[in-house]
């Protein structure tokens, strides 16, 4: 399975950014759910919004309300759209999809490398 995410970039404070991420090559059927988390410089990777295959969508509560994530099952995908973001945002975001098929040729988790978010004053 490969994670590729792409979106990311410079936005003014206030304004929004799309980020995508698309899992590939899961052969064995895999994936679960997806997410995204984020790491600013220094910190510690946190969770930004997760969604299960079912739909059940999770927030940090740093980005609640401003955030929405949503998949596409079918194509594996996942976009996080971003309003409203602030300097804090700031921070290279990592795309996850993890399986409750650990074994079966599955591992537990697959993420990406991650994309740059920078927010300008």
């Known amino acids: 399975v490969q994670v590729v995410e792409s979106g990311g970039g410079l936005v003014q404070a206030g304004g929004s950014l799309r980020l995508s991420c698309t899992a590939s090559?899961?052969?064995?059927?895999?994936?679960?759910?997806m997410g995204w988390y984020r790491q600013a410089s220094g910190d510690e990777r946190e969770l930004v919004a997760i969604?299960?295959?079912?739909?059940?969508?999770l927030y940090g509560d740093s980005v609640k309300g401003r955030f929405t994530i949503e998949k596409d099952n079918a194509k594996n995908t996942v976009h996080l759209q971003m309003n409203g973001l602030k300097r804090e945002d700031a921070a290279v975001y990592y795309c996850?999809?993890?399986?409750?098929?650990?074994?079966?040729?599955?591992?537990?988790?697959?993420w990406g490398q991650g994309t740059q978010v920078l927010v300008s004053p």
């Open positions: 996850n999809a993890d399986s409750l098929k650990v074994g079966d040729g599955c591992q537990s988790h697959y």
């Open positions: 090559g899961d052969t064995n059927n895999c994936i679960s759910g």
């Open positions: 969604i299960t295959s079912s739909g059940t969508r």
